[in-house]
């Protein structure tokens, strides 16, 4: 199978990048031919809307000179056709649009017979065929998938445009969250093998299964309210690193230890069965100079975390912020960090050796 991959991402090291890189080697892995196309590296041209092309005398050939005659061929030469694109604007990116424009030079000025939307192909000058599968690959950044909703039936309209059968659609919002999935690990994980897999089904079945599918687009926050508060947060971060927080590697190191995150992501794992009827208010008391305090309340079967020191809490835990981090991610033992001097416990010791079990690893 011969896919062509059209990435439509005008950031060169953007989530769609880290999820293509996935879904192509699932791919190659299954045997497939995989060509990717970073569009931004090409200079395509948005159609001017001439119709040259439909002009008799030069039917077929694109009034404009540069880079599409030769991606035209590559798109004719493959029998997959895979659209990525960052969403952008509730649509595709510009550079996806102006490459599809750009195909009205395969097509004659003839509503066909057999198709309802389509045109007809224009065989004389290109009797290749092109693509007879199509698939999608989405990535915005809003948590709500309905954003997706006119980009999907316009991916839906041009496949019908093309005479290529929509074989899969792999819409992943909340983009950003791929960067700080501390409270969904495993949903992390099973997001990004939803894309390899997704590449090694395309291969082998010549479809992506809905169950894939579904993987890929599974939510990373519990909600709204999860969503807008860690988007904050990430922004601030990206901020304050700089330049769009485009250096990836400083951003996904800087929000994956972020207690205004990872507190929070701690309150979440609060089992409520383990703490029975407990009312208590853990301290966390921090040694650093520029960190803030956070505490835990917890009461009636919730818990809930805030930034800020406690006039009276059951439980004080003075401790770095690096050794407090390591704890919620489960890197590092409470006791251990006891054991070692790292952490200063003062107050309830039975909520103490309560701890691991009230907060256990997140579970999805
Ligand atoms: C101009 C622009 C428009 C955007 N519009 C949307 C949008 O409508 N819906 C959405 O969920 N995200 C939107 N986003 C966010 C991007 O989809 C998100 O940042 C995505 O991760 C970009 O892909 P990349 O990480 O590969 O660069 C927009 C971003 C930009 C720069």
Same mark, same amino acid.
């Given at each position: 199978?011969?896919?062509?991959?059209?990435?439509?991402?005008?950031?060169?090291?953007?989530?769609?990048?880290?999820?293509?890189?996935? /879904?192509?080697?699932?791919?190659?892995?299954?045997?497939?031919?995989?060509? =990717?196309?970073?569009?931004? $590296?090409? $200079?395509?041209?948005? @159609?001017?809307?001439?119709?040259? @092309?439909?002009?008799?005398?030069?039917?077929?050939?694109?009034? =404009?000179?540069?880079?599409?005659?030769?991606?035209?061929?590559?798109?004719?030469? @493959? $029998?997959?056709?895979?659209?990525?694109?960052?969403v952008?604007?509730?649509?595709?990116?510009?550079?996806?649009?102006?490459?599809?424009?750009?195909?009205?030079?395969?097509?004659?000025?003839i509503?066909?017979q057999?198709?309802?939307i389509?045109?007809?192909?224009?065989?004389?000058?290109?009797?290749?065929?092109?693509?007879?599968?199509?698939?999608?690959?989405?990535?915005?950044?809003?948590?709500?998938?309905?954003?997706?909703?006119?980009?999907?039936?316009?991916?839906?309209?041009? @496949?019908d445009?093309?005479?290529?059968?929509?074989?899969?659609?792999?819409?992943?919002?909340?983009s950003?969250?791929?960067?700080?999935?501390?409270?969904?690990?495993?949903?992390?994980?099973?997001?990004?093998?939803? /894309?390899?897999r997704a590449?090694?089904?395309?291969?082998?079945?010549?479809?992506?299964?809905a169950?894939?599918?579904?993987?890929?687009?599974l939510?990373?926050?519990?909600?709204?309210?999860?969503?807008?508060?860690?988007?904050?947060?990430?922004?601030?971060?990206?901020?304050?690193?700089?330049?769009g927080?485009?250096?990836?590697?400083?951003?996904?190191?800087a929000?994956?230890?972020?207690?205004?995150?990872?507190?929070?992501?701690?309150?979440?794992?609060?089992?409520?069965?383990?703490?029975?009827?407990?009312?208590?208010?853990?301290l966390?008391?921090?040694?650093?100079?520029?960190?803030?305090?956070?505490?835990?309340?917890?009461?009636?079967?919730?818990?809930?975390?805030?930034?800020?020191t406690?006039?009276?809490?059951?439980?004080?835990?003075?401790?770095?912020?690096?050794?407090?981090?390591?704890?919620?991610? =489960?890197?590092?033992?409470?006791?251990?960090?006891?054991?070692?001097?790292?952490?200063?416990?003062?107050?309830?010791?039975?909520?103490?050796?309560?701890? =691991?079990?009230?907060?256990?690893?997140?579970?999805?």
């Amino acid at each position: 199978m011969k896919i062509l991959v059209i990435n439509g991402a005008p950031r060169k090291n953007g989530y769609t990048k880290d999820l293509l890189e996935l /879904f192509n080697s699932g791919a190659v892995a299954a045997g497939g031919l995989v060509e =990717q196309i970073d569009l931004r $590296d090409y $200079d395509v041209r948005p @159609c001017t809307g001439c119709f040259h @092309c439909w002009d008799p005398n030069r039917a077929g050939k694109c009034s =404009q000179n540069d880079d599409m005659a030769m991606l035209t061929e590559k798109f004719l030469d @493959c $029998d997959t056709l895979v659209l990525a694109t960052p969403v952008y604007y509730y649509s595709f990116s510009a550079l996806i649009k102006a490459f599809l424009e750009r195909l009205l030079p395969t097509s004659l000025p003839i509503i066909t017979q057999g198709g309802e939307i389509g045109l007809e192909r224009n065989t004389e000058r290109y009797p290749k065929r092109g693509p007879d599968r199509a698939a999608l690959i989405a990535v915005g950044a809003h948590r709500n998938p309905k954003i997706m909703d006119g980009l999907v039936k316009t991916f839906e309209l041009i @496949c019908d445009g093309i005479y290529a059968k929509p074989v899969g659609k792999l819409l992943r919002t909340e983009s950003f969250f791929l960067d700080f999935d501390a409270g969904k690990p495993i949903t992390g994980r099973k997001v990004r093998m939803a /894309f390899e897999r997704a590449g090694a089904e395309l291969v082998r079945e010549g479809w992506i299964e809905a169950q894939t599918e579904s993987d890929a687009s599974l939510p990373f926050t519990r909600d709204l309210e999860t969503f807008r508060r860690n988007s904050g947060t990430y922004w601030q971060i990206a901020s304050e690193i700089g330049a769009g927080g485009n250096d990836r590697e400083q951003l996904r190191a800087a929000v994956s230890r972020d207690l205004r995150i990872l507190a929070h992501e701690l309150a979440a794992c609060y089992d409520p069965v383990a703490a029975g009827d407990l009312e208590a208010v853990i301290l966390f008391n921090l040694r650093d100079e520029e960190a803030d305090n956070w505490h835990l309340t917890i009461d009636k079967g919730r818990c809930a975390a805030s930034e800020g020191t406690h006039p009276s809490p059951t439980l004080t835990l003075e401790t770095t912020e690096e050794i407090l981090v390591e704890i919620i991610l =489960q890197r590092l033992d409470a006791r251990t960090a006891l054991a070692r001097g790292d952490m200063k416990a003062t107050g309830s010791k039975s909520l103490l050796g309560r701890f =691991q079990r009230i907060f256990p690893a997140p579970r999805k």
